[in-house]
Each structure stands twice: as structure tokens, then as C-alpha cells.
């Protein structure tokens, strides 16, 4: 059984920092490709990043295109996301998702973490 496990959310101040991890058991983690997407409060849930399974090719969504940087540590079965000048608009629950191709359709990942929520305040 594969397990995805997120941390390391909180609140910030606007232009502030946060680094997300999300540790995977249960599967070899350098067959995965991982993303990251995150849902705000009422709205559909989003792609944010992913990297795929060497961490040699990343993708991102416009949105977050320059503050964001996803990446992994395959020694250590561990995905990043480590957001930079956070906005008001980033407020969301981040999830973690582990999936075999390099997409961006929530429907193509086929394990989920739990969440971590991140607030961005003005």
C-alpha cells in the first residue's frame, strides 16, 4: 500500500516562505512521478507542479512559474515544494500525488497524501 505523508504547512505573511515535504512509502519511489496540487476553499482542485522520476524535468503551473520549486530526493523516498514569495491567492490545502506519467490532470495521479494546509495572509 502506498502512502504519502505531507508537511510542513503554517501561516505566513505575504512574501514569505514555506518548504513542503511529502515522504512515500509503500512503492519504489523513483518509479513515481510526483505533483503537487492544491485546492482553496470552494473552488476545484488545481496543478501546481510536478517532477518526474530522475527530477530532471519539472512542470508548473502559470500561477506559481517562478516562486515555486519542486524537486525530490529519491535516497530519501522525498518530494519538495518549496514556495517563495507567497500571495494571498496561494491559501489552500496542499496535496502530494504520486502517479506514472508526467502529467497534469488530477485523474492521471494515482495516490494522494492527506493534505497540509498553507495560509498566506496580507
Known amino acids: 500500500q502506498v502512502q504519502l505523508v505531507e508537511s510542513g504547512g503554517g501561516s505566513v505573511q505575504a512574501g514569505g516562505s514555506l518548504r513542503l515535504s511529502c515522504g512515500v512509502s509503500?512503492?519504489?519511489?523513483?518509479?513515481?512521478?510526483m505533483g503537487w496540487f492544491r485546492q482553496a476553499q470552494g473552488k476545484e482542485r488545481e496543478f501546481v507542479a510536478y517532477?518526474?522520476?530522475?527530477?530532471?524535468?519539472?512542470y508548473y503551473a502559470d500561477s506559481v512559474k517562478g516562486r515555486f520549486t519542486i524537486s525530490r530526493d529519491n535516497a530519501k523516498n522525498t518530494v519538495y515544494l518549496e514556495m517563495n514569495s507567497l500571495k494571498p491567492e496561494d491559501t489552500a490545502v496542499y496535496y502530494c500525488?504520486?502517479?506514472?506519467?508526467?502529467?497534469?490532470?488530477?485523474?492521471?495521479?494515482?495516490?494522494w497524501g492527506q493534505g497540509t494546509q498553507v495560509t498566506v495572509s496580507s
Open positions: 500525488a504520486a502517479g506514472e506519467l508526467t502529467l497534469v490532470a488530477a485523474s492521471a495521479y494515482n495516490y
Open positions: 509503500g512503492r519504489t519511489f523513483s518509479s513515481l512521478v
Open positions: 517532477v518526474d522520476w530522475s527530477g530532471g524535468r519539472t
